[in-house]
């Protein structure tokens, strides 16, 4: 039988590049043809969360959430606008970012929906977010020497959007490659704005743990940690503050690695996609690490 | 594709073919073979080639079962695009020759036959009598994801179905499929809604079902409706779902029993519920109209409160850019704005002097 991915993310209505992370990862699995579709949806676009499963032909179906930490939009949103009948959050059985999947039945249109946890908790994000290090730094061996920030919205409504940030960070902190690695918030403890007081290197490569680049990686962060006055007028990469150098990396989910995330967590549901993730991790750069972890 | 509807003609014929006034079924004596255009009976494999290969009902069968996309509302939508429940087969074949063109929001569709093929083309409404060598040409249907983004002056547009698509861009050649999926990219779920619209089986979402579903930030606006009126639905309505603003027609209502007082549109296509848009500035309504009426003493000259109107009415309708820079007698203007601001206004911004005191 036919599979099909869709991918569910945010959107915009006001900034038009918050979709193209989810275009562009959407591109390159369907460019593995491990899927007979690979469908984008969105909270604040179109095709919208309600309507994309109808225009989708297949029958079974893995719902991929492009966000960053379970809670609010995992939970509630995205199961009640897909009308995922029987959808309860214990049927993930998470600790708040252990979810993996439930299979449900779309209410609306009968399909068999293969519902996945968040990109943002999968364990591979922590190889995204290494790739992203490389990324900004030019340096596919980036680590000795230097800082790595692993930078989240904060809790606000959600102690899953800290947990999803601290996973990683701790993650990535065993495995040695990094002299120091930090996870800062933008609106809790530990703040971003002091970066540089939180770290004793003097190169600190900073990633967002974000799905897109927007108001608060292009604008708020930036300025937060003093790299410009004035996002508009930009900033150098490093830009030196209080004697660190800051390599600031921009939102993690435009890193192209991001595909074979999307893709694990189809697997992870049942999803035949070996050989699509093998194609996408050679393509995108994204090589698992030798020790493993 | 030369010769594969025939063979596959004779590999289906003993399972019996009744589509488009083609009738074909093998019997003890043969093959029957029947169209408007000719009867053949007890006739062998070879003669039923024969007279397959030149019929066009046979390539016409043969598109609809293994060409085109078998999804039942791609299939629908390519029908109703060629106009195939009000032409026969000889006759739309005909027409297809020529070329059938069909509008979808501002898209303006056109299907031909190459070779007694079917091909596609694609490009904005506006741009129907424009020479293809001054529209830059795609042939990927993804790319229609970027063409919609932003209009012609780079605004992004995060409605679809809004009435400002970019113009300057074709789809030259597509096949049936991919005429679908650029369709799609361009207005998504737009076939799927229309063709559950034919079918009588649209799952509208009105208003009250759709509000009080929300949570979140969006929560409050089910508090928005109090009492039995709907006026401030019907305002709603008006601003973000009139044709001028959005292409679908809005089916959804107050709710199942109550109808807007405004018209919903001509769209082609229907709207099922309030989207994603209507809910967020629905949210700031909620918000304003919270608060109570006051009094204010204003003294303005006639025709200070008739421009007043006339910048309301320019920015309503989209129309004040398109005011010239000298062209004083309008009302919205900049000059002659800037001249009431210059009169009006104190050093804080209040209009008259007076404060807004909230």
Request: glycine share 8%; proline share 4%.
């Amino acid at each position: 039988m036919d599979q099909a991915l869709v991918i569910a993310a945010h959107g915009s209505h006001l900034n038009a590049e918050s979709s193209t992370p989810t275009y562009d990862h959407a591109d390159t699995i369907r460019a593995t043809g491990a899927f007979a579709e690979v469908r984008e949806s969105f909270w604040k676009e179109e095709p919208s969360f309600r309507e994309v499963l109808r225009t989708v032909d297949a029958e079974e179906v893995y719902l991929v959430p492009l966000f960053i930490s379970e809670g609010y939009f995992t939970e509630q949103v995205i199961p009640r606008e897909f009308r995922l009948d029987d959808w309860d959050p214990e049927l993930w059985d998470s600790d708040g970012t252990s979810a993996t999947t439930a299979t449900l039945t779309a209410g609306d249109t009968g399909q068999t929906v293969h519902y996945c946890g968040p990109v943002g908790t999968h364990d591979t994000m922590s190889d995204v977010i290494v790739q992203r290090a490389q990324s900004v730094t030019g340096d596919s061996d980036v680590g000795e020497g230097f800082g790595l920030a692993v930078v989240g919205h904060g809790t606000e409504r959600n102690e899953n959007s800290a947990k999803a940030i601290q996973y990683h960070a701790d993650r990535i902190r065993d495995r040695d490659r990094f002299d120091e690695v930090q996870s800062l918030f933008m609106d809790e403890e530990p703040e971003v704005d002091d970066v540089t007081e939180h770290f004793e290197s003097d190169d600190i490569v900073v990633v967002p743990l974000f799905i897109a680049d927007g108001f608060h990686t292009q604008e708020d962060i930036p300025e937060d940690m003093g790299l410009t006055d004035d996002y508009r007028t930009g900033y150098d990469v490093p830009t030196t503050v209080d004697g660190h150098d800051i390599w600031y990396a921009g939102a993690v989910g435009t890193e192209p690695l991001m595909a074979d995330v999307v893709l694990e967590r189809a697997a992870d549901a049942g999803a035949d996609v070996s050989a699509a993730i093998e194609q996408v991790r050679e393509e995108t750069g994204g090589v698992r690490p030798a020790t493993g972890d | 594709m030369d010769g594969e509807y025939v063979d596959a003609l004779v590999d289906t014929a003993p399972d019996g073919i009744d589509f488009d006034d083609l009738h074909v079924d093998r019997d003890p004596d043969g093959y029957a073979f029947r169209t408007p255009a000719a009867t053949h009976t007890g006739i062998d494999e070879e003669t039923l080639r024969e007279v397959a290969a030149d019929s066009p009902y046979v390539r016409n069968w043969y598109f609809w079962h293994a060409v085109a996309p078998q999804k039942d509302d791609h299939w629908a939508f390519l029908r109703w695009l060629e106009g195939a429940d009000e032409r026969g087969v000889t006759e739309r074949y005909d027409a297809l020759s020529d070329g059938v063109a069909a509008t979808w929001g501002q898209l303006h569709l056109r299907v031909e036959l190459t070779g007694g093929e079917r091909r596609y083309h694609v490009r904005h409404v506006a741009d129907a009598d424009t020479d293809s060598e001054d529209l830059a040409k795609h042939d990927e249907p993804l790319d229609a994801r970027d063409l919609a983004k932003h209009d012609d002056d780079g605004q992004y547009r995060p409605l679809k179905t809004a009435p400002s698509l970019r113009t300057g861009w074709a789809f030259p050649d597509l096949t049936a499929a991919e005429l679908v999926a650029t369709v799609d990219a361009f207005y998504p779920a737009t076939i799927a809604n229309w063709h559950r619209e034919r079918e009588g089986d649209l799952d509208v979402s009105h208003w009250r079902d759709t509000v009080s579903r929300q949570t979140g930030i969006y929560g409050v606006v089910d508090t928005w409706d109090r009492g039995d009126g709907h006026e401030h639905v019907d305002w709603v309505a008006e601003a973000c779902c009139d044709d001028s603003q959005c292409l679908k027609r809005r089916e959804w209502q107050y709710d199942d029993e109550t109808d807007l007082d405004v018209d919903g549109g001509s769209g082609t296509f229907p709207c099922r519920e309030p989207c994603s848009l209507v809910i967020a500035a629905a949210r700031k309504w909620t918000k304003l109209e919270g608060e109570a009426t006051r009094t204010y003493e204003f003294e303005l000259t006639p025709s200070e409160k008739e421009q007043l109107e006339a910048v309301i009415d320019a920015v309503a309708d989209g129309e004040a850019d398109d005011i010239r820079e000298a062209d004083i007698y309008e009302g919205a203007n900049r000059y002659r704005v800037r001249y009431l601001r210059a009169k009006l206004f104190d050093e804080d911004g209040n209009l008259a002097g007076v404060e807004t005191d909230d």
